[in-house]
């Protein structure tokens, strides 16, 4: 008899990269925790999934993404942006404070924990502000927002000029030992700016942003994190000057972590030629040399985590001329695919890509997560990495489908996401052979 709390996945192509684990094998599934796993696991009742040709993993952790709620429930929601998620292989998600109102309380923190747990189907992990409003005139109570749920700090969407300011926030940040994602802008250098600042802006007749507004930030921020000893984490790194600092001062032991996103290890400044608002985002695709120092900094492990940066607009928010169009593009649906169909050719091993969505995220927000191991929450996804597709905006699960992707050529997709040991995502239009469950009598 079968018991439907006890599922066995076979003959997968387990990858793990807590362990460097790569090999065929089985996980024994029960209650929605990973009971065994090895090559040779079996269970007489349980629910049998043949993974054959298909690839197990952790379920993957995306560090920065926005879903909107509260207060612009027309971008996202927690049902949609948590769909996307799940078709994306992405079991837990980490979700800005840069809401309507603002993430910088108890009950807004409150509020993303209970109401993504009841319309949510992934894990959903607030961060509260690092100043109230956003405004950078005043902390917010770093205590309570901690003790109400949330995993880091954050102003993201907007720099803290206030040096003062944020040199206090990550003092206390180091009292209840979580970090602080800095967006790092100097907004009187990005002033009036709606993409990089070079040969591509002066060709097409935009107002640019200087990369020095991105490279300032960030070394003001490493030499405060290295004063307070707190734990900084730099958000979107998009150029090649911060990836030098970052390695710099990691190398002198200052406790810095940081993280990259698709667009801007794929895509160069020149995506924006046609006045391509998709390709808007802050901050902006930068020059070849960048894309070049961002990818050594994932092959020497100084970029420590992708992630997507998840953004999304109406389309009447992108339809606007350039100038007024807003930052942003959608990524949950398509960081895995294209991490797994260009990095590969880069020299980035596949264990070290996985642990960049996996491990890494959840070591830097210590999250209960990325490993397959006895004991462990059992989230997880199974990649089918056959077959060749393009990327179609007008099938995400987002409410989004603002992205510079759309008609990229991808291969493989996500077979199923599992959270807690259930299904959360399979497609429909799977074929019989790719997925089969078994029913034992």
Same mark, same amino acid.
């Given at each position: ?116 747990? *009841?319309? @949510?189907? =992934? ?5 509260? #502000?690092?100043?109230? $409003? /956003?405004? &950078? ?52 250098? *990005?002033? @009036?700016? =709606? ?5 591509? #802006?002066?060709?097409? $007749? /935009?107002? &640019? ?233």
């Amino acid at each position: 008899m079968v018991d439907d709390s006890v599922l066995l996945i076979k003959n997968a192509r387990i990858l793990d990269p807590a362990s460097g684990k790569d090999e065929t094998g089985s996980v024994l599934v029960k209650n929605g925790v990973i009971e065994k796993i090895g090559k040779s696991v079996s269970s007489k009742t349980a629910e049998e999934v043949d993974a054959q040709n298909l690839w197990l993993f952790p379920g993957l952790v995306d560090m920065h993404v926005h879903l909107r709620q509260p207060g612009q429930d027309s971008k996202e929601t927690f049902a949609t942006g948590t769909r996307a998620a799940a078709a994306g292989g992405i079991t837990r998600v980490v979700t800005m404070a840069n809401t309507i109102p603002v993430l910088d309380n108890k009950t807004g923190i409150e509020f993303v924990v209970e109401r993504s747990k *009841s319309e @949510g189907c =992934v894990h959903v992990h607030p961060v509260g #502000s690092v100043s109230k $409003g /956003l405004e &950078g005139k005043e902390i917010s109570d770093i205590g309570e927002i901690v003790h109400a749920g949330a995993v880091a700090l954050s102003d993201d969407g907007k720099g803290v000029m206030d040096a003062q300011l944020f040199r206090r926030a990550l003092e206390y940040s180091t009292i209840f030992d979580v970090p602080i994602i800095s967006h790092c802008e100097d907004h009187n250098l *990005s002033q @009036g700016g =709606v993409m990089n600042e070079g040969q591509t #802006s002066t060709f097409i $007749g /935009l107002p &640019g942003i200087p990369a020095e507004a991105e490279t300032v930030m960030v070394s003001r921020d490493i030499l405060l994190a290295k004063r307070t000893g707190a734990r900084l984490h730099i958000a979107h790194v998009s150029c090649a000057e911060s990836v030098d600092l970052i390695r710099t001062y990691k190398k002198r032991g200052v406790k810095i972590t940081a993280e990259t996103a698709m667009h801007y290890l794929l895509l160069t400044d020149k995506a924006v030629e046609g006045y391509n608002t998709n390709a808007k985002m802050n901050p902006p695709l930068r020059t070849e040399e960048d894309c070049q120092a961002l990818l050594e900094g994932l092959r020497d492990g100084t970029i420590d985590a992708i992630a997507s940066d998840h953004a999304p607009h109406t389309r009447g928010d992108k339809s606007q001329e350039f100038d007024l169009a807003p930052f942003g593009i959608v990524g949950l649906e398509t960081t895995l695919p294209l991490m797994l169909s260009y990095l590969p050719q880069e020299g980035l091993d596949l264990l070290e890509l996985i642990r960049r969505m996996t491990v890494a995220p959840c070591e830097i927000l210590k999250l209960p997560a990325g490993k397959l191991e006895p004991g462990m929450i059992a989230d997880l996804t199974l990649w089918n990495p056959t077959g060749e597709s393009q990327i179609d905006p007008n099938l995400f699960f987002s409410k989004g489908r603002n992205t510079p992707f759309g008609g990229w050529k991808v291969t493989g997709r996500v077979e199923a996401t599992m959270v807690a040991g259930r299904v959360v995502y399979a497609p429909s239009y799977s074929p019989a052979a790719s997925l089969v469950t078994v029913r034992p009598s």
